[in-house]
């Protein structure tokens, strides 16, 4: 009886322990949860279940979309183009802790894997036209998250409602976007509704200048936000002749010579540089917009108006009207930007906060990655 105690104690004992070790060996590695989506490059990213540390780099619009959506809470890192944008916009007044984000992880355009890691980001948020940001972040053992600008054949106010859907699967929440895809789904029928009617003679020449400088003239063609942005406000894109973005001479402009003419915030470039032909190289004195002094800078709200950002239906309103003020007299475009900063950004715009969105600073240019 005495040995089958002992033998039946030391079993006891010997259960206890091994518990005992499995308990602290699954305390010191708990299991992390993790959950999958699909990008829009048709990648499989596996993320943590909760993400709370969120960079975006190459994909600068979405910051519009992403404080819109959530602020800047678990935003950890920006690229400097971002918050250059920020400093001299309407999204400082939304988000006015957006200049105090990290942004030193991204130098001229390219990511240090270094400098990414101290930040610790659950993801990174790329855009799908840079994938050295998708290496970069992956070769580090970071999940990164593809936005692509061409989802829907660059149709800016479309192609954001997919980035908020995109976002908020990324962030793991549900986000109800039903009272702005109403509002901007409306905005888009009825100006396609009133410029139906118009025959090609009666829509304007117009062209768009992404980049300018004494040795850059960049006009987009086919398969861009330029060529979206005029014939769905209902003008003629004279570069559709060209695909793409790409180098053109001053003679081609001589050639195309459009009633109207847009500068992008990609560039540093403002309408009296055309008027005084400030840029070596280029005579636009001839020129009819030139002449009839329709050159104008792309404003600058809550972020910068040639790419998709959420302030898009405004662009679409703005030129449509630009292009065709009789069709949209009733119209009081101001009006309209100040009722939908206070409904969707909860902020109170002043007449000189729409003056300063039509008439960007030099300095809040940069350049955009394709």
Same mark, same amino acid.
């Given at each position: ?11 006891? &004992? ?32 596996? &993320? ?19 404080? &819109? ?79 692509? &600008? ?221």
């Amino acid at each position: 009886m005495k040995n089958n105690i002992i033998k039946t104690t030391g079993l006891i &004992l010997c259960f206890t322990f091994l518990m005992t070790a499995c308990t602290k060996k699954t305390e010191q590695k708990p299991v992390t949860e993790t959950r999958t989506i699909v990008d829009q490059v048709g990648h499989t990213v596996v &993320l943590p279940k909760e993400v709370n540390r969120v960079v975006i780099a190459s994909v600068w619009p979405l910051a519009s979309a992403y404080c &819109l959506m959530f602020g800047t809470d678990k935003l950890v890192g920006l690229d400097p183009a971002i918050i250059s944008a920020a400093e001299n916009s309407m999204l400082i007044k939304v988000a006015p802790d957006i200049v105090k984000i990290e942004s030193g992880f991204s130098k001229n355009g390219s990511l240090n894997a270094e400098e990414l890691l101290k930040l610790k980001p659950d993801v990174v948020l790329y855009a799908t036209g840079v994938m050295e940001d998708y290496d970069i972040a992956t070769q580090a053992g970071i999940p990164a998250v593809g936005f692509s &600008l061409s989802v829907k054949d660059f149709n800016a106010v479309e192609t954001i409602f997919t980035w908020m859907d995109l976002l908020a699967e990324v962030m793991g929440t549900s986000y109800d976007t039903s009272e702005y895809i109403e509002y901007a789904d409306k905005m888009q029928k009825m100006i396609a509704e009133r410029l139906s009617g118009l025959s090609e003679e009666e829509k304007p020449a117009a062209m768009i200048i992404h980049r300018y400088s004494d040795t850059t003239l960049q006009i987009p063609g086919t398969g861009t936000w330029g060529d979206y942005w005029i014939t769905a406000s209902g003008a003629r894109n004279v570069a559709n002749e060209n695909k793409g973005t790409p180098q053109v001479t001053v003679e081609e402009v001589y050639r195309w010579n459009p009633d109207r003419i847009y500068i992008t915030n990609f560039s540093d470039a403002i309408p009296e540089d055309l008027y005084n032909n400030t840029f070596q190289n280029y005579d636009w004195s001839n020129i009819r917009a030139v002449k009839e002094k329709n050159v104008y800078k792309m404003p600058l709200g809550i972020y910068r108006w040639y790419v998709t950002n959420t302030d898009s239906p405004l662009t679409l309103l703005w030129l449509a009207k630009e292009h065709h003020p009789d069709l949209f007299a009733d119209i009081d475009v101001n009006q309209e930007i100040k009722e939908f900063y206070k409904k969707f950004y909860k902020i109170n715009l002043s007449d000189a906060d729409i003056q300063q969105i039509y008439t960007p600073k030099r300095e809040a240019a940069g350049g955009i990655k394709k």
